[in-house]
């Protein structure tokens, strides 16, 4: 059996997309992990992968409490580029560890390792485009033009990499579809009382000014068959500033994967809010698209090139000024009125992309070509 290595600077949890990655292969082939995992991670990983030849090689990371002296210390380690004691052990791990294919997890890995992978052959995964930091680009330019094969998780952003990095290829597309998905909608949870009420527009994600949702709350405020269900962490007073000014807010906290997509089967209509802020925010690339429609669930998005030319193409939602009380209560009611349309058609774009052979693909042409 084939092994393949992983190299991501941080937890494996982080980027369900990478988790994607492992699902996809963990039965063809011999999998082994280099991460930053805090020991609980580590146990609930290997505890999810028991049974499956999955490894995660670097020992847990234990986080202290970080006092003057940790920071000063931890200040001139990055002013004299010391190397900390967590990267001396990853850098071991990857000279040591036997493999027939490298692949490396992310933009800020290929910065953090960028002298280690000179002269070796790997793959590369860019989840943002991060226009905002492109001196950050520049700086692991030679990374990426030097890999196998580059991925990124939208078309918009594999063309636009293109032209700024000068790659001889496009980038693949692989798109932030996770593997397992329940399908089944109206799952029973903790919080299906509260969702059993009326019908729910959710909102999935960070909670925060940056996104504005005070526009669809108002929207629902004047439905009267609708509650609109925030579901994650977020900024407390701006949570606190929606629920008094709309008591149709139902609000639950953070839900670690997979257990709140139960919640999110219970949704009628879901939303997807990105603002046009930087190029990485117009053209995104969200899983949270692939979970709604997996449900069948309509999605109600603003309208920007990321969304128009998947949710939109399909006509799996609408696309619409989320920045506007009227178009979003329009767009709402015109999904009520056409509802099984938009919920097939949100099935159709799910099923539109098979990910575990894309991926399954990519895994054996790079390793064939060793």
């Not at 900390?84 to 850098?91: A, Q, R």
């Not at 506007?324 to 058609?345: G, M, Q, R």
Request: with cysteine; aromatic share 10%; net charge neutral.
């Amino acid at each position: 059996m084939k092994t393949i290595l992983f190299l991501l600077y941080r937890e494996c949890t982080f980027l369900p997309p990478f988790m994607t990655i492992l699902d996809c292969l963990k039965d063809k082939y011999a999998l082994k992990v280099i991460s930053r995992e805090s020991p609980d991670s580590l146990e609930r990983l290997k505890k999810q992968y028991q049974g499956s030849d999955v490894t995660f090689l670097a020992p847990a990371v234990v986080e202290k409490k970080r006092g003057l002296v940790d920071k000063v210390t931890d200040r001139i380690q990055s002013i004299l580029h010391t190397p900390s004691n967590v990267y001396k052990e990853h850098l071991q791990l990857l000279e040591t560890t036997q493999y027939d294919l490298l692949w490396v997890i992310h933009e800020n890995t290929a910065y953090e390792f960028k002298d280690a992978l000179i002269g070796k052959k790997y793959l590369l995964s860019i989840y943002e485009l991060n226009d905002h930091r492109r001196d950050f680009l520049d700086q692991i330019k030679p990374v990426i033009k030097s890999a196998q094969e580059v991925l990124v998780p939208e078309y918009n952003r594999a063309c636009i990499l293109r032209v700024w990095l000068q790659l001889d290829k496009t980038p693949t597309v692989i798109p932030n579809k996770p593997l397992n998905h329940p399908l089944k909608r109206n799952i029973p949870n903790s919080y299906q009382k509260q969702l059993e009420v009326k019908k729910i527009i959710l909102y999935q994600g960070y909670i925060n000014r940056s996104r504005n949702l005070d526009k669809v709350c108002e929207a629902v405020k004047d439905l009267s068959d609708y509650c609109i269900v925030l579901m994650g962490k977020g900024d407390d007073d701006y949570i606190n500033e929606l629920k008094q000014k709309y008591p149709q807010i139902i609000h639950i906290s953070f839900i670690a994967p997979p257990e709140h997509l139960y919640v999110t089967s219970w949704a009628h209509i879901a939303i997807v809010k990105y603002d046009f802020v930087v190029l990485n925010a117009i053209f995104c690339a969200p899983n949270k698209t692939w979970e709604y429609t997996g449900f069948g669930i309509p999605v109600l998005c603003h309208a920007i090139p990321g969304l128009q030319y998947t949710i939109g193409q399909y006509k799996a939602g609408i696309c619409t000024d989320m920045d506007d009380t009227e178009c979003i209560k329009s767009a709402i009611k015109e999904i009520d009125k056409h509802y099984d349309e938009y919920s097939n058609n949100a099935l159709s774009y799910y099923n539109s992309f098979e990910v575990k052979s894309e991926i399954g693909l990519i895994a054996q042409r790079n390793i064939s070509n060793e």
